[in-house]
């Protein structure tokens, strides 16, 4: 007879989480707020992908910004200059969000008149892709210096989202870099994903990132309750 019992618990512990995501997205439905979570290695350029976000959009849409990181509040000063509501969380040594922190994040910044939430998770390809936050996308950011295998080692990460940037374009002739190849790399896993090829620098490919993040803000807007959380 075993002197120990062993439980499985990671199933349980995604599933509870995932109960909690649904509830949570379909409360933002109600508040007619659309979350979009935002993942990618430490060093992508997120923060400045989300500066120029804000810049193209916040004439049209009230924007609030979560800011997650293990330690530190850099990104969130930097964010409030732009006189953008933002909210920094801390995730005690935590290496992801979850939907219960991203709940609590959502309360602190006030949902009430906030159209577009964009959830700039902790930086890295692997625990953040584990666990949903009750987004209503999900998008990621690749850059070119960090290389056009990351399909390969990262499958997840890719295949749970929505959108892909592939950002730093404007370095693209230092590196050896084949956008072709990620491209088809990627739609191998995940046939839906679309790839936009930005940067956050010079602003190549903003458009077309911030026309993506219309239209799916105006579809969130017309779905049913029923609709999201089905």
Not at 25 to 50: C, I
């Amino acid at each position: 007879m075993k002197a120990f019992k062993v439980m499985e618990i990671k199933e349980s512990v995604f599933k509870n989480n995932d109960h909690q995501a649904d509830l949570l997205r379909e409360q933002l439905k109600k508040d007619k707020t659309f979350l979009l979570n935002l993942m990618s290695s430490p060093g992508s350029g997120k923060t400045t992908t989300v500066l120029r976000t804000i810049e193209a959009l916040k004439k049209e849409m009230n924007i609030g910004i979560l800011e997650a990181d293990i330690d530190s509040d850099v990104d969130a000063k930097t964010v409030s200059e732009t006189g953008t509501k933002v909210i920094q969380l801390h995730t005690g040594g935590m290496c992801h969000l979850d939907a219960d922190m991203t709940k609590q994040g959502l309360e602190g910044l006030g949902t009430e008149e906030i159209d577009f939430v964009i959830l700039e998770n902790v930086g890295n390809l692997v625990c953040p892709a584990e666990f949903d936050t009750g987004a209503s996308k999900n998008a990621m950011i690749l850059s070119v210096p960090e290389g056009d295998d990351k399909p390969l080692k990262y499958p997840l990460m890719f295949t749970i989202v929505d959108i892909l940037l592939v950002n730093k374009m404007d370095a693209i002739g230092i590196f050896d870099f084949d956008l072709q190849a990620l491209e088809e790399r990627v739609k191998k896993i995940n046939p839906n994903i679309k790839v936009i090829p930005i940067s956050a620098k010079t602003g190549e490919g903003i458009d077309e990132w911030v026309e993506w993040i219309r239209e799916e803000v105006k579809n969130w807007m017309n779905l049913s309750v029923e609709e999201v959380v089905q």
